[in-house]
């Protein structure tokens, strides 16, 4: 089954603490990218990923860092989370097809609470 | 940043009535795609609209993407309990980072009994 799988889906921690949420694909999708999701904003884009070892920058990337070693893989790293972090992240691959542009595939989300 | 405003931002309504929600930007879009999020899930997609005036049907669903390719609406027949969820508009635009999606602020539909 096609599926975008992240990691943990609930998270409480501290101040400071780092933490990496993991996401993983099954679709040899070349395009991955990492969303936050918060009321009355939407979803929007941190970090984005075009292939392997490709990173850039989305909309909201301040306190986030991603990495890309292999295809299927993109976690998410926080390394000092800040309570403003406090949010629910999505995780999605994408592929583009002629005449629909990129038609993305998201994860099941991660619920982070930064106290 | 280019903004989809979406609106109405809350919605709730009986079953069997129809409903439209809008999604409205200044900014011209290459595709325009419509999502549906129930809790505890990711958005899923419905719809890719890539033309300006297109419109596509999916069952009860009827989607239209502007002539100018700025806005869109969603219109909802008889709509079901199973309806309920927040629906996304997304605009895609070509960067130097591929095709970029922008989401909209979603619109929270409740169908009731």
């Known amino acids: 089954e096609a599926q975008v799988t992240q990691n943990p889906r609930y998270l409480i921690t501290v101040t400071g603490k780092k933490l990496t949420v993991t996401c993983s694909q099954n679709?040899?999708?070349?395009?991955m990218s990492w969303y936050r999701q918060d009321p009355g904003l939407g979803l929007r884009q941190i970090y984005y990923?075009?292939?392997?070892?490709?990173?850039d920058k989305g909309d909201v990337p301040e306190g986030y860092k991603v990495s890309r070693k292999e295809k299927r893989n993109f976690p998410l790293i926080l390394e000092s989370p800040s309570p403003n972090q406090t949010s629910l992240y999505f995780c999605?691959?994408?592929?583009?097809?002629?005449?629909?542009?990129?038609?993305?595939?998201f994860g099941a989300g991660t619920r982070l609470s930064v106290l | 940043t280019q903004l989809l405003e979406q609106s109405p931002q809350f919605l709730s309504i009986q079953e069997g009535e129809n409903l439209t929600v809008y999604c409205n930007s200044s900014?011209?879009?290459?595709?325009l795609q419509w999502y549906r999020q129930e809790p505890g899930e990711g958005p899923v997609l419905l719809v890719t609209?890539?033309?300006?005036?297109e419109v596509k049907k999916l069952k009860r669903l009827t989607f239209q993407f502007g002539d100018a390719r700025k806005d869109s609406s969603l219109h909802i027949t008889a709509a079901q309990t199973g309806d309920t969820g927040l629906y996304l508009c997304?605009?895609?635009?070509?960067?130097?980072?591929?095709?970029?999606?922008?989401f909209g602020t979603g619109t929270q539909l409740k169908v009731e009994l």
């Open positions: 609209v890539v033309t300006g005036g």
């Open positions: 999605a691959s994408s592929l583009s097809l002629p005449g629909q542009g990129n038609i993305q595939y």
């Open positions: 990923s075009m292939n392997v070892e490709v990173t």
């Open positions: 997304a605009g895609g635009h070509l960067t130097g980072g591929g095709n970029k999606l922008t």
């Open positions: 679709m040899n999708h070349e395009y």
């Open positions: 900014s011209v879009f290459s595709s």
